[in-house]
């Protein structure tokens, strides 16, 4: 496997992911906005939303995992001089300096990312 066709299979992932992020996060939109028009018992209601509520938390950690890819494929891009611009990526976050969240992979950990996927 090539890198230009890794990257391609990567895009698409993201491309999918986003596409599917969208439709889930209106989904739990819509039955959040139902349950207001529902007579539950509080007590239900409650539950209900907590369990929205964790579905939204765990959209939010996909697109972590997306933005990580988006990472993946820039670096690969950049490393190998292919034209990102033609995959219609944005270009990747970078860690902010002071930024609490622990999740940002190193260059090991990334060339690892990148071999694991080429198997």
Do not use: W
């Not at 990580?68 to 270009?91: G, M, W």
Request: charged share 30%.
């Amino acid at each position: 496997m090539t890198y230009e066709e890794l990257i391609k299979e990567l895009c698409d992932v993201v491309k999918e992911s986003e596409k599917n992020s969208v439709a889930i996060y209106e989904n739990l939109e819509s039955v959040s906005d139902m349950l207001n028009d529902l007579k539950l018992p509080v007590h239900k209601l409650s539950k209900i939303n907590d369990f929205i509520s964790n579905s939204f938390g765990l959209l939010q950690h996909q697109d972590m995992h997306r933005q990580k890819i988006e990472r993946v494929v820039n670096f690969v891009c950049e490393n190998k001089n292919i034209d990102s611009s033609e995959y219609n990526l944005a270009s990747s976050a970078k860690h902010i300096a002071g930024d609490e969240n622990n999740e940002v992979l190193d260059e090991e950990e990334l060339e690892a990312l990148i071999k694991s996927i080429q198997n």
